[in-house]
């Protein structure tokens, strides 16, 4: 970890804005990064745009705002589209401002409720169009004093910002030589990722977060990925094993374990190498079954995803669509990474609907099917793995032979075919912080998430088994998940 003790300070006197009837307008506006928040990124570089807001200005459906873009030496200014300057105090006022790193060319400023909303057209936060908002770090100087003075046909805006990053950021940077936004994420227990959503009249800016451990989304800078969020200092204020997962779209998750302390405003830099494979590949399994989508044989793994030995038979919950991990079991609890499997804790829930893939008809929520961003089949194993379809779960079920002992002498649920068979282990659901599934419990349910948000459910020992939707199973509870392939072996 390490800082930057280098200070950036620049006034900005560029060429005049000039309006017809209203005269020039010149920003002499001082920009200050002040020492304690730098971290990576470390000064400012060609392209980086701060937008501004002034306070007295009432938010209107054509967005009031001015921008300072770097270019090297200065800063260049211009006014946000249709505005010419009118409302600027004459006795002067406040005025807000946000930098973002990454997404400042691409940022969207559009009228929401009483205040502006930013959006970007960086697809990869999980989202299946533009418009998410940026979760990454960003700096902010809040109701800071500006003046304007008039001479002739020209206004002076004069004043200082103090852009800093938000109390409680901390970094993660991996070298990598590639230069590939939206291809890692980095989930780490502890640190939530966050994004400015927006600015409101009382000249403070609004923030967004998603649950501790979801992934920060990676962007490429220099010779590596950044990612950012925010620290529970209770967790990292004492030096304790914490897990950290890298996810990549283009092949298998891989993790580490990171033993120290850290604090607000610090940043780690982490290798590239000392990483390991998440989790076991398992084997496939034949038992004469199709994928829904292919039409070809079918190839089911012959464990839950995240099973490493016997002392792990029902592997890793997770929420549906969600990639965070959870383990039943004590043995490694760096592998607890949810720690609650609540509905206010995720990642697809807003606080009034389920958002990206909830559809509500006669008052009960469906869901279609996952992309493959939120699959923690593919995040984990990798291209070729993904989660069954709910289709897939009932050809399986033309398989089922009963109830036996796997090798290891846990109880399941068996499927027979192709000469294979396959063992599903009693593991019911985990919902708040409240175990459900127990090795020796078979009068507890068993549950295993389908792509689509429906479940394979085992409702007793004896009963067969059958496909349902998530109103038996919220999409926010912890289920264990069976890995498929399209793939032969």
């Excluded at 589209?81 to 009118?86: I, L, S």
């Excluded at 204020?237 to 993790?255: H, N, P, Q, W, Y």
């Excluded at 604090?263 to 190498?273: D, E, F, G, R, Y």
């Excluded at 959870?326 to 606080?351: C, H, I, P, V």
Aim: charged share 20%; aromatic share 16%.
């Amino acid at each position: 970890m390490f800082l930057c003790l280098i200070m950036v300070l620049v006034a900005c006197e560029q060429d005049p804005e000039e309006f017809e009837g209203r005269g020039q307008i010149i920003f002499d506006i001082a920009v200050k990064h002040p020492d304690a928040t730098k971290a990576i990124k470390t000064g400012w570089e060609t392209g980086d745009v701060i937008y501004i807001f002034f306070n007295n200005i009432a938010v209107s459906n054509t967005p009031v705002y001015a921008t300072l873009t770097w270019n090297g030496t200065t800063w260049d200014s211009a006014l946000s589209p249709n505005w010419d300057g009118t409302g600027l105090a004459e006795n002067g006022a406040t005025m807000s401002a946000v930098f973002f790193p990454f997404s400042s060319g691409n940022l969207t400023v559009a009228k929401s409720g009483e205040g502006y909303s930013f959006r970007s057209d960086d697809v990869f936060q999980g989202s299946e169009s533009a418009g998410y908002p940026v979760f990454a770090y960003y700096l902010v100087a809040e109701n800071a004093s500006y003046t304007v003075t008039k001479k002739g046909n020209v206004t002076s805006v004069g004043g200082s910002l103090l852009m800093a990053i938000p109390d409680g950021f901390v970094q993660f940077f991996i070298e990598k030589n590639t230069a590939c936004n939206g291809r890692y994420r980095l989930s780490v227990k502890g640190v939530r990722p966050v994004s400015c959503t927006g600015y409101n009249p009382s000249g403070i800016f609004d923030q967004d977060s998603k649950d501790y451990a979801q992934p920060m989304p990676g962007y490429a800078y220099k010779e590596g990925i950044l990612f950012s969020g925010i620290i529970d200092q209770t967790v990292w204020g004492t030096a304790k094993e914490r897990r950290m997962i890298l996810f990549d779209t283009e092949a298998a998750a891989v993790s580490r374990v990171f033993n120290k302390t850290l604090a607000s405003h610090q940043a780690v830099k982490l290798p590239n190498t000392g990483w390991s494979p998440a989790v076991s590949v398992p084997n496939k399994v034949d038992l004469g079954t199709f994928g829904e989508n292919t039409g070809t044989p079918l190839f089911w793994a012959d464990q839950n995803l995240g099973v490493e030995d016997e002392r792990t038979p029902f592997g890793l919950y997770f929420a549906w669509g969600e990639i965070v991990p959870w383990q039943f079991d004590n043995l490694d609890l760096t592998w607890r990474m949810k720690e609650d499997f609540a509905q206010s804790t995720y990642s697809w829930w807003d606080g009034s609907i389920y958002m990206k893939y909830g559809v509500y008809s006669r008052y009960m929520y469906y869901f279609r099917d996952l992309e493959s961003v939120d699959d923690a089949v593919k995040a984990f194993l990798g291209p070729g793995w993904r989660m069954p379809t709910a289709v897939e779960y009932e050809s399986l079920l033309e398989k089922y032979i009963g109830v036996d002992s796997d090798d290891w002498g846990n109880p399941c649920h068996v499927f027979s075919g192709n000469e294979s068979t396959l063992f599903f282990p009693f593991c019911s659901f985990v919902t708040g912080t409240n175990v459900m599934a127990l090795i020796n419990a078979g009068e507890l349910e068993t549950h295993f998430w389908a792509s689509n948000g429906d479940c394979l459910n085992f409702p007793s020992y004896e009963d067969s088994p059958n496909v349902y939707n998530t109103p038996g199973a919220d999409p926010f509870y912890g289920c264990a998940i069976r890995p498929v392939s399209d793939v032969a072996p």
